[in-house]
C-alpha cells in the first residue's frame, strides 16, 4: 500500500520527467506570484497585527503573556498559512485539475472518466473551490475563535494541525476525484474512510507548504502524489466500480 511520503516522492520525480515539465510552469507562476504578493503584505503589517492584539489583552492577564504571545504569533501565521492556501488553490485550481489529469493518463495507463471540454473542466473547477471554501471558512472561524477561549486555547494548535492535515487531504485529493466525476460529500466520505492516508498526506503537504519557495516547486508533486494515493487507496473504497474506466 502507498504511503504519503512514497506518493509525494513518487509524486515530484513523475511531474519533473520529460514530457510532464510543460504542465507545472503556470501552476508554479501563479504560486510564486501570490507567494511574494502575500509574503510582502504580512511582512509589512505582521508587527502590527501583533501589537494590535496584545494591546486586547486584559491587564489582568498580563502575568499569561509569555503563553498569550506565542499563541498569537500561531494564530496569526495559521491565518496567513490559510490564506496562501486557499487563495493559491482558487487561482491555480483549473491548471492543477489539468495536471492531475495528466499525470493519471500516465501514471495509470486510464484516463479520468470526466467527458468535459477544457472550458467548462476550468470553470468546473473554480466552482468546486468555492464548495471547499463553504466547507472551510466556517470551521476555520469556529477554530479561531477557539484559539482565543481561555483553557482551550492551549490544545488549539494541536486541533489546528490536525485540521489543517485534514484540509490539506480534501484539498489535493480533490483533483483526482473531481476528474473522475466524484462529488465533494463522496470524495470526503472516502477520505474519512481511509483517515489514517487522508491525515498522513495531508499532514506533509501542510509541511512542505511551510518551507519557503521549496513549496513552489513541490506542490505540483503533491497533485501527481495525491493522483497515486486516489488510484491506490480511495478509488475503490467503497468496494465498487464507480469511478473506474476499463483499460
Known amino acids: ?23 507545472i510552469f503556470l ?3 501563479v504560486n510564486l506570484i501570490v507567494y511574494v504578493s502575500m509574503f510582502s503584505f504580512v511582512l509589512n503589517r505582521f508587527g502590527g497585527w501583533l501589537d494590535h ?7 489582568w492577564l498580563d502575568w499569561l503573556s509569555w ?13 496567513v498559512f490559510f490564506t496562501f492556501t486557499l487563495v493559491s488553490s482558487l487561482i491555480a485550481a ?23 471540454n477544457l472550458t467548462k473542466t476550468a470553470i468546473d473547477a473554480i466552482g468546486r473551490e468555492f464548495v471547499k471554501l463553504a466547507y472551510i471558512l466556517p470551521r476555520a472561524a469556529g477554530l479561531f475563535v477557539l484559539s482565543w477561549i481561555p483553557g482551550l486555547n492551549l490544545i488549539a494548535p494541536l486541533l489546528w494541525a490536525l485540521f489543517s492535515a485534514w484540509i490539506m487531504a480534501i484539498t489535493y485529493l480533490d483533483y483526482p476525484m473531481d476528474n473522475n466525476k466524484v462529488s465533494f460529500a463522496d470524495m470526503r466520505q ?11 498526506f495531508g499532514g506533509l503537504v501542510t509541511l512542505i507548504t511551510w518551507i519557503p519557495l521549496a513549496n513552489l516547486f513541490l506542490i505540483p508533486g503533491a497533485v501527481a502524489g495525491a493522483v497515486l494515493l486516489w488510484d491506490d487507496h480511495y478509488r475503490n473504497v467503497h468496494g465498487d466500480t464507480r469511478g473506474i474506466t476499463p483499460q
Open 27 to 29: 501552476p508554479i507562476l
Open 190 to 200: 472516502r477520505l474519512s474512510k481511509r483517515w489514517w492516508q487522508s491525515l498522513s
Open 53 to 59: 492584539w496584545m494591546n486586547m489583552v486584559p491587564t
Open 94 to 116: 483549473p491548471f492543477y485539475g489539468f495536471l492531475a489529469a495528466k499525470v493519471e493518463t500516465q501514471v495509470t495507463g486510464r484516463k479520468p472518466i470526466d467527458d468535459r
Open 67 to 79: 503563553l498569550i504571545w506565542p499563541l498569537f504569533v500561531i494564530s496569526l501565521l495559521v491565518v
Open 1 to 23: 500500500m502507498l504511503d504519503a511520503v512514497t506518493a509525494l516522492s513518487r509524486g515530484t520525480r513523475c511531474v519533473y520527467q520529460s514530457g510532464m515539465r510543460r504542465y
